[in-house]
C-alpha cells in the first residue's frame, strides 16, 4: 500500500509540475508577444519622433543655409501701397528738435523702398532708431549707415535686400529719378568718395606679405541722405525712396547746426593725404559733422 500511495503521489505531483511548466510556458508566450506589441509600438513612436525630428533640423539647416533672403514679394507690394507715410523724430544733444514726415515714392524700386521701410519700422529690432545724423553738408544731410542688419546667433537678415547694398545696384542703374529738388529721401548705394586703398607689409607667421588696406567702408544700403537743395552730387551713388512731406523746416534746421570744417583745401591737408598721413584720414572723416549730438530718437509709421 506504502508503496502504491508513494506511486500515485509521484504522479500526481509530475502530472502538477507538467501543467505548472506549460503555464509558464504559456504564460510567458502571452508576455513575450506583448512585449514584442510593445517594442513595436515603442519603435513606431520612436521612428515617427525620429522622423519629425529629422524633418525639423532638415527645415533649420535649410533655413540656416539659405543664403540672405530678399523678402519682397507681392505681400511687400501690398504693404508699401498701403503704409506710405513715416516719421523720424530728431533729438538735438537729448533734446526734442522736430519731426519729419516722409512719404514713400511708391516708384520702381521696390526693393529699396521695402528696405527703407523695415529699417524705419525695425524689423527683427534693426532699425534707424537711435541713428546718428552723421554729416551735415551745404545741399544734403546724412543719416550713418547701421553697423549690422541681424542681432540673431546666426546672423540671419531679415531685412529686405540682405546685409549688403548688392541688391538695390540693379534698381540704381534702371532708376532715371534725379536729386534736383530739395526734400529728396534716398539711400546710399554706392560710396561717394571713392575708397582710397594702400599697401603695407605685414609679418604672418615670421613671413612679411603685402597687404592691401582699404580706407573706409563699402555702404551696405542702409545709411539716408535728405536734400535740401538740388544735388547732383548724389546721382548715380544714392537711390532716391522717397519725398519729405512734412518738417522741411527741421531739415533746414538741422543743416545751419554748427560743423567741423571742411578742410579739405587745405594746403596742409592735402600734403598730408598725399604723403599716407593716418591723421590726415582722421581728420577727413570727421568733416562735417555736427558738433552737437544728433540722433534719429525714434520712427516709425506716420
Known amino acids: 500500500m506504502d508503496s502504491l500511495y508513494r506511486l500515485n503521489n509521484k504522479a500526481c505531483l509530475t502530472t502538477h509540475f507538467c501543467t505548472r511548466k506549460r503555464q509558464i510556458q504559456h504564460q510567458k508566450g502571452k508576455d513575450r508577444t506583448r512585449n514584442s506589441g510593445r517594442a513595436i509600438v515603442c519603435h513606431s513612436i520612436t521612428v515617427s519622433r525620429r522622423n519629425h525630428l529629422t524633418q525639423a533640423l532638415v527645415s533649420v539647416s535649410v533655413l540656416l543655409a539659405t543664403d540672405v533672403p530678399i523678402r519682397y514679394t507681392a505681400h511687400a507690394e501690398q504693404e508699401i501701397s498701403q503704409q506710405r507715410r513715416v516719421f523720424f523724430d530728431i533729438a538735438v544733444d537729448g533734446k526734442d528738435f522736430g519731426r519729419i514726415e516722409v512719404e514713400l515714392l511708391g516708384s520702381k524700386a521696390k526693393i529699396a523702398e521695402q528696405r527703407f521701410l523695415d529699417l524705419v519700422q525695425g524689423v527683427q529690432g534693426v532699425g534707424y532708431r537711435r541713428s546718428k545724423v552723421a554729416q551735415l553738408l551745404d545741399t544734403y544731410i546724412t543719416v550713418g549707415a547701421l553697423p549690422s542688419l541681424s542681432y540673431e546667433a546666426n546672423g540671419r537678415v531679415l531685412v529686405t535686400g540682405g546685409p549688403t547694398a548688392d541688391a538695390l545696384e540693379d534698381e540704381l542703374d534702371q532708376s532715371n529719378l534725379k536729386h534736383d529738388a530739395a526734400g529728396l529721401v534716398s539711400i546710399n548705394v554706392r560710396p561717394i568718395k571713392s575708397l582710397e586703398s594702400k599697401d603695407r607689409l605685414v609679418a604672418i607667421?615670421?613671413?612679411?606679405?603685402?597687404?592691401?588696406?582699404?580706407?573706409?567702408?563699402?555702404?551696405?544700403?542702409?545709411?539716408?541722405?535728405?536734400?535740401?537743395?538740388?544735388?547732383?552730387?548724389?546721382?548715380?551713388?544714392?537711390i532716391i525712396v522717397g519725398k519729405v512731406v512734412g518738417g522741411i523746416d527741421i531739415v533746414e534746421e538741422l543743416r545751419n547746426l554748427p560743423r567741423v570744417k571742411n578742410n579739405t583745401s587745405s594746403p596742409f591737408f592735402q600734403a598730408g593725404k598725399k604723403s599716407g598721413d593716418k591723421r590726415a584720414n582722421v581728420a577727413e572723416m570727421s568733416f562735417d559733422r555736427p558738433f552737437s549730438k544728433v540722433i534719429v530718437k525714434n520712427c516709425g509709421a506716420a
Open 205 to 238: 607667421d615670421g613671413k612679411f606679405v603685402n597687404v592691401t588696406e582699404v580706407l573706409g567702408q563699402q555702404p551696405n544700403g542702409t545709411g539716408f541722405s535728405i536734400t535740401t537743395n538740388p544735388s547732383p552730387e548724389l546721382d548715380g551713388f544714392n
